[in-house]
T-cell receptor, first 111, second 113 residues
């Protein structure tokens, strides 16, 4: 399977703490993206990092990419209760062009 | 609001029914996708359309039949479904097949009884 893997599967933290989620993949990629999904809703694109980039920031989000290890991490700093959601990494395979999703990390931020 | 609209939001259908899911985008995107999201499973890519042509069918059973009449609309026709087909069906679009981010609709929650 080309499916990406994420860990942890579930994460529970207090408001104000940082949350880190990791993603590993198996193929060559053009880019890697992170999405957020509130319960039972559609996915919302958060940030994209290209294969030639190592780190990217957007507001309280920081994404890193290590193509030698085929892994990425998403850091949410100073978390808020409203950050409670599922977070998915997705990578676009450079071989097939497919956008392949990981299994997701469920984040709970307690007020 | 992502610019991708799916209807209906919820659908309950019997195994002998025929129904259709609709997806619409006015983002000027050329690629559209159907994904299936089941509980505790990763998103499964079902179909890809690029410039109205189907470019991918990921071994989806024939009881799911996609249709893309133009680059703004995508349908998923359903017939003789099974209870295990119950899931959240998500439509997405992107600028092109190798494009950047995908924009998702809110999904249709399908229950097959």
């Amino acid at each position: 399977s080309q499916q990406g893997e994420e860990d942890p599967q579930a994460l529970s933290i207090q408001e104000g703490e940082n949350a880190t989620m990791n993603c590993s993949y198996k193929t060559s990629i053009n880019n890697l993206q992170w999405y957020r999904q509130n319960s039972g809703r559609g996915l919302v694109h958060l940030i994209l990092i290209r294969s030639n980039e190592r780190e990217k920031h957007s507001g309280r989000l920081r994404v890193t990419l290590d193509t030698s290890k085929k892994s990425s991490s998403l850091l949410i700093t100073a978390s808020r209760a409203a950050d409670t959601a599922s977070y998915f990494c997705a990578y676009r395979s450079s071989n097939t062009g497919k956008l392949i999703f990981g299994q997701g990390t469920t984040l709970q931020v307690k007020p | 609001e992502t610019g991708v609209t799916q209807t209906p939001r919820h659908l309950v259908m019997g195994m002998t029914n025929k129904k259709s899911l609709k997806c619409e985008q006015h983002l000027g995107h050329n690629a559209m996708y159907w994904y299936k999201q089941s509980a505790k499973k990763p998103l499964e890519l079902m179909f890809v359309y690029n410039f109205k042509e189907q470019t991918e069918n990921n071994s989806v059973p024939s009881r799911f039949s996609p249709e893309c009449p133009n680059s703004s609309h995508l349908f998923l026709h359903l017939h003789t479904l099974q209870p295990e087909d119950s899931a959240l069906y998500l439509c997405a679009s992107s600028q092109d097949r190798a494009g950047t981010e995908a924009f998702f609709g809110q999904g249709t929650r399908l229950t097959v009884v």
